[in-house]
């Protein structure tokens, strides 16, 4: 059974850091294009970034503040956040594709205050 468990937000003033955990089960998230979405209240779901064979990608609007790495041991893929902005406020949530089939994460609250 595939599990997500994200972990590691919270609120913070802006400028400051959180960094976010995925821990994944049932899969091995070295081998899993795996990504970090986010909504806002009243907003769809958007991509943050991905990892996918060790490379990462971002979106335009965290390139350069937010890092996707993976710890293999733990089996947990995280999202560095630096200079955090009001507008970076939302949940944020990892997935993972395994044969065919994406699973989500619970989520977890970033808020970000000005």
Excluded: H
């Excluded at 294009?33 to 907003?43: C, D, F, L, T, V």
């Excluded at 064979?53 to 965290?62: E, K, L, M, N, P």
């Amino acid at each position: 059974q595939v599990q997500l468990v994200e972990s590691g937000g919270g609120l913070v003033q802006a400028g400051g850091s959180l960094r976010l955990s995925c821990a994944a089960s049932g899969i091995i998230a070295s081998l899993q294009p795996m990504a970090w979405y986010r909504q806002a209240p009243g907003k769809q779901r958007e991509l943050v970034g991905r990892i996918i064979s060790g490379i990462t990608s971002y979106a335009d609007s965290v390139k350069g503040r937010f890092t996707i790495s993976r710890d293999n041991a733990k089996n947990t893929v995280y999202l560095q956040m630096n200079s955090l902005k009001p507008e970076d406020t939302g949940v944020y949530y990892c997935n993972a594709l395994n044969n065919g089939r994406l699973y989500w994460g619970q989520g977890t609250q970033v808020t970000v205050s000005s």
